[in-house]
RNA sequence: GCCUGGGUGGCGAAACUGGUAGACGCGCCGGAUUCAAAAUCCGGUUCCUUUGCGGGAGUGUCGGUUCGAGUCCGACCCCAGGUACCA
């Protein structure tokens, strides 16, 4: 053995080992449960990051240590390729994107590599492949041919002088980021996916997901939305027409003193032509963005028009503003507003001298005073008429069924969340498979004429998708009719691939359809690692996705993540990787000076799972170190001739490390595989080494008892630091792999201790430490507590009021 | 704005179920080794006070519950993630 650690030597013997023998390539036929361990793939950026190095370390860890307790292991490795920054670099450099990701996907999967991730690279794909986006255009038409998929007008950023649509991320300060022109809200066609219709089942689900984090679950439940509530028409005078709005809160309806609808209403085109302010005021609201935090924080602005509507309880005639917080893409695009109990509606109704009317009063001690703000507690109502004196409950329902008498209003459950559009203006994406014809309208692309393969050999002349230029890719023929038609030049929103690579994985080849058996074997994954980026869109629509694959018969079960661990970010200067200019955060010169083990260890050491933290180069010189003294600590011992030791027989010290050896073995186990957190592995290990440093072994049986220390430590640590303890676990004379190698039991008699420090305390302050003979009496405890030195005198010339004793672990003594 | 997290020494953190706050590591200080340095090894290291024993304060801020609060409750401040076209 060399008395040198060398990291980039023991690397490349022990990655050689694992290639050598496909220990990591999995099998249906593999022994033991089944376990799909899964990192979130990457976006082919450039180069890892440290946030890449994090997430897929973490999901290497679970990996291994689910081959010791001895699952069929299945850990795959992919590419999620489609993307807007190849279009950006395309555009900068002239360089297809096509080629570029190609490129950043061969880069980056030498990185893993040199990493040691236990990843079977036999399933890898890349999703601008043909063979895998082919199956997503198949699975739409399935989807379009069972009604869950459907085309309407949705609002994009425009840029009105690069003549695109502009992602918000690609809004910088309400313009664009390349032509610096303020941007406008534009209306257009586009695909949806019916998401909506299975709400209900995506909201209840949440209940039963027991390996999902509450934070996790409670996010999604906020953004899907569910509120129980009343649809209301307002007949709108003059006209036939009905204005329909949505409130939770019809108790407070008699209240209601104005109604406002979006810029994009019909009613305020309507006005529009009649009053060029409003026409005015509509254009105004154009110019702003699509991002909803834009629009909450924006101020609060809006139009009267002339027309007017009637309360359809009271028959009053209540005025129709235009504002530009009502939006038409949520719900009909119109609000009823009582500016006395809605917080929004009275800042509105006071800037514009609307009346504010009080229908709800305190039945308990809130304070009310509408001078001052809204009162949006529930209480009891008065100026409502034959409502007054109803609890806001009773009022629900008694106006609820008021409605619903004169067939006015209906009770229904209405959800936050909205239908996917999936349609993106852009080239480097997946063809949305739809075909535009002058007779027929839109016509899918037939089954067999499957995939729309996207051109690659492209040029970028501006900004624009190359597609919408490209004759030989638009011209086609009419699927129904045969004439002259045009193919749809959208491509689908990235989420759309990212939402079933998982099962993909399980049969990567498949033809047809896009899985098969081998999907039912694998999936659902078992664990699921990623950033808490994706705690809500990615994993929805991938929840989504699965059950739609399920109702086709395609997988089984109805969730696709039984065990989420979602990590924190890593950030540099305050902002995440992916979002930070530079590579500072690349790992290579990393891997380069200290080897993968330490970069590993580091990053596990630096924090726990689920935390974000500033990413600093400072701990790998902690981690190497460590490293070295545990090669060395290894080295030494292998100089001494190990026995066979009678655990009984061990002197004190011996004893004590077997404890220690054990104790960490328990926690390891408990940290690996229930809480998931593994800095405090690191930890323990360390710990261990410092006791086996420690101790000064003097008989064979000695030895015998460093050897277990060691190997136990090797272990351990493996999921980690693989390759090192691929080496020493050979050096320490074992023959079977590591990878695999059935977790020892720990030995519960090691953990019996004679005795156990207790702490004092005088009135919650502490006074003292007594060693007590472990589980002694509270006779006994209290009795050497009371005895002891500096605990004595606090105790004297007081009065001892109560007593507690928390066995094995603390008394606290209250005088007073 | 709204939703979800987070805030503990000089720094990364630990404290799992309300029971010794600061394990483990980084950094720093002192020592050994060395001609010297690097590397390595040994010791110390929350702050204030005390020669020492000890005493006091302390987990973002303010308040509460409790024998006992980093942990539970209420209000607030700051930071991060998401906010439907970044992935």
């Known amino acids: 053995m060399s008395t040198v650690y060398d990291p980039q030597a023991v690397e490349a013997d022990a990655q050689a080992s694992w290639n050598e023998t496909e220990c990591f390539r999995a099998t249906e036929s593999g022994d033991g449960e089944k376990f799909y361990c899964l990192a979130m793939f990457p976006y082919p950026s450039g180069r890892l990051h440290m946030g890449h190095v994090r997430v897929y370390t973490l999901a290497d860890v679970i990996n291994r240590y689910r081959r010791l307790k001895g699952y069929n292991v299945m850990q795959p490795m992919g590419w999620d390729a489609f993307g807007l920054p190849a279009e950006n670099a395309a555009i900068k450099n002239q360089i297809p994107p096509a080629k570029w990701t190609d490129d950043n996907i061969d880069y980056m999967r030498t990185q893993m590599k040199r990493l040691g991730f236990g990843l079977d690279w036999s399933r890898e794909f890349a999703t601008c492949e043909p063979e895998y986006y082919h199956w997503e255009q198949w699975f739409f038409i399935k989807m379009y041919e069972k009604g869950l998929v459907y085309r309407k007008n949705s609002v994009v950023n425009w840029d009105p002088v690069d003549q695109t649509v502009l992602a918000n991320e690609q809004v910088v300060d309400g313009k664009g980021w390349r032509s610096e022109a303020p941007v406008e809200r534009r209306e257009m066609a586009q695909w949806f996916m019916k998401i909506t219709d299975y709400a209900e089942e995506l909201l209840d689900e ?26 209301i028409d307002f007949p709108v005078n003059g006209s036939d027409e009905k204005l329909t709005v949505f409130t939770t809160r019809p108790d407070t309806l008699i209240g ?59 028959g009053e005639s209540l005025p129709v503003w235009v504002a530009n917080f009502v939006l038409m893409e949520y719900g009909s695009g119109a609000v009823m507003s009582v500016p006395g109990h809605d917080q929004r509606d009275w800042e509105f109704a006071r800037k514009y001298d609307i009346p504010i009317v009080q229908v709800i009063e305190p039945v308990g001690d809130e304070s009310c005073d509408l001078e001052v703000e809204a009162f949006v507690e529930y209480g009891r109502l008065l100026n409502s008429g034959d409502f007054d004196g109803l609890t806001s409950e009773d009022g629900f329902n008694a106006i609820a069924d008021a409605l619903e008498a004169k067939n006015l209003g209906r009770r229904i459950t209405n959800y936050r969340l909205r239908d996917w559009g999936v349609s993106r203006q852009r080239y480097w994406g997946c063809p949305i498979p739809m075909i535009h014809c002058d007779d027929c309208g839109v016509v899918p692309v037939p089954e067999s004429d499957l995939p729309v393969v996207l051109p690659t050999d492209v040029t970028f002349e501006g900004v624009r998708s190359p597609l919408t230029t490209m004759e030989s890719f638009l011209n086609v023929d009419c699927p129904r009719c045969g004439k002259a038609a045009r193919r749809e030049t959208d491509t689908f929103d990235t989420f759309m691939e990212s939402s079933w690579y998982f099962v993909r994985f399980a049969c990567p080849d498949a033809n047809s359809p896009m899985v098969d058996e081998r999907a039912k074997y694998w999936a659902p994954v078992d ?39 979602m990590l924190g970010m890593v950030l540099q200067d305050g902002k995440k990787m992916s979002k930070s200019a530079g590579d500072a955060g690349d790992p290579q010169k990393l891997l380069d000076r200290y080897g993968a083990d330490a970069v590993r260890t580091a990053m596990m050491f630096a924090a726990p799972p689920d935390q974000s933290f500033e990413w600093s180069e400072a701990g790998l010189e902690g981690a190497m170190r460590f490293l070295k003294r545990f090669w060395t600590l290894v080295g030494d011992h292998l100089e001494n001739e190990a026995g066979p030791f009678e655990p009984s027989e061990l002197s004190e010290a011996a004893a004590a490390l077997r404890r220690k050896t054990h104790e960490t073995l328990k926690r390891a186990d408990d940290d690996y595989g229930r809480r998931f957190q593994f800095n405090t592995v690191v930890s ?50 074992e023959t079977d792999s590591l990878v695999g190698y059935p977790w020892p039991a720990v030995d519960e008699a090691a953990l019996v201790q004679a005795s156990v420090e207790m702490v004092v305390q005088v009135n919650g302050k502490v006074r003292g430490k007594i060693e007590v003979p472990t589980d002694a009496d509270q006779a006994t405890v209290l009795d050497l507590a009371k005895g002891s030195e500096n605990v004595a005198r606090h105790l004297k010339d007081k009065t001892l009021r109560k007593e507690i004793v928390v066995p094995n672990k603390l008394v606290n003594l209250v005088v007073g």
């Open 256 to 314: 209601a003193t104005y109604v406002a609808v979006a810029a994009e209403h019909p009613l305020a085109e309507q006005a529009a032509e009649d009053d060029p302010d409003v026409a005015q005021f509509i254009e105004r609201c154009k110019q702003a963005t699509t991002a909803e935090a834009d629009l909450a924080m924006m101020e609060k602005e809006g139009i009267a028009t002339l027309a007017t509507v009637e309360h359809p309880l009271t």
């Open 684 to 733: 323990a290990v360390m710990e261990l080494c410092n006791e086996i440093r420690d101790f000064k072994p003097a008989t064979a049986a000695d030895h015998g008892v460093v050897r277990e220390a060691l190997r136990t430590a090797v272990l351990v640590i493996s999921p980690i630091a693989p390759h090192i303890a691929h080496e020493l676990w050979g050096q320490l004379g």
């Open 206 to 231: 949440l209940d039963e997901m027991d390996g999902w984090p509450e934070s996790v679950k409670s996010m999604q439940r906020n953004w899907i939305g569910r509120s129980e509530g009343v649809e």
């Open 527 to 565: 664990h699921y690692v990623g950033g808490i980026e994706h705690a809500i869109l990615h994993l929805l629509y991938a929840r989504f996705y699965y059950k739609l694959m399920r109702d086709e018969g395609l997988v089984v079960g109805d969730e696709p993540f039984k065990r989420l661990m």
